[in-house]
């Protein structure tokens, strides 16, 4: 490992407590052509749905931290090009965190990314977020400034909660926009969230309004208390009219279970 990887490393560490751990170096020569070829698949089978249904500030992400379709991303050459943008970065970890560590790399506008793929019989689905999920699915929403600014007032609120019921209700926010997001845009609904945009079932789903689906006017006192079935199809998702709204939501959302 050359000098400047060690001394980057060391200083997220003395930035990261909780998170230091579990912070790991994306090993992205070790990446298979098998693995490439899974990825492109993926993107190139998402992106005519997205070109039409996706909301411009991921259409704009995607094309402004430099991914390419027949590729995986190398994380340092997204984040040379995000935080300058935002101040964000996709910090590669070693799976799923804990809590604490979430919300403190969340606070510090590093971004937990995953590095592995799924394998080829998991192409529709796979339960635990692969690089695919957090790369294509949340990295160009953090481009967009106001977005950027939501998810570190997020983390930041979630870091000061003790209480197990207000971090479950807080999960419900980060559920209902950065999971399953949607917004009103040029007369339509566009979708933003990450499991909207990595998923086609799902993405599908919302676009033809698919049995049962209600989509709801954003608001912060019915997100916090609407339970989420991780298990099926989403019942009701919550339309926002600007990212703005969210930002001042996370705000909000601290006096109502802080």
Not at 36 to 60: D, G, N
Not at 132 to 160: I, N, S, T
Not at 183 to 198: D, N, P, Q, R
Request: hydrophobic share 40%; glycine share 6%; net charge negative.
């Amino acid at each position: 490992m050359d000098t400047s990887v060690v001394d980057s490393r060391k200083a997220e560490s003395r930035e990261l407590v909780a998170a230091a751990p579990y912070l790991i170096e994306q090993d992205w020569a070790a990446y298979t052509p098998e693995q490439h070829a899974i990825w492109t698949e993926l993107v190139t089978r998402r992106m005519p749905q997205l070109r039409e249904h996706a909301c411009s500030a991921y259409l704009e992400g995607f094309e402004q931290i430099g991914l390419q379709e027949d590729r995986l991303p190398v994380l340092k050459k997204v984040s040379e090009r995000l935080q300058p943008r935002t101040g964000w970065n996709s910090t590669a970890v070693s799976g799923f965190l804990p809590a604490d560590a979430f919300f403190e790399m969340l606070a510090a506008r590093k971004f937990p990314t995953t590095t592995w793929i799924r394998s080829r019989d998991a192409m529709e689905y796979t339960p635990e977020p692969d690089i695919f999920h957090d790369v294509f699915g949340h990295v160009p929403m953090h481009a967009h400034p106001v977005f950027a600014d939501f998810l570190e007032q997020y983390g930041k609120v979630c870091a000061g909660l003790k209480s197990a019921e207000a971090l479950e209700q807080m999960g419900r926010l980060f559920w209902f926009t950065v999971e399953f997001g949607v917004i009103h845009e040029a007369g339509k609904i566009k979708v933003y969230g990450s499991g909207l945009i990595s998923s086609h079932g799902e993405c599908t789903h919302v676009v033809e309004r698919g049995a049962g689906l209600e989509i709801r006017e954003f608001d912060v006192d019915q997100v916090l208390n609407t339970v989420v079935d991780v298990s099926k199809m989403q019942p009701v998702l919550y339309a926002i009219e600007s990212f703005e709204q969210i930002y001042e939501a996370a705000k909000e959302a601290e006096s109502r279970v802080g």
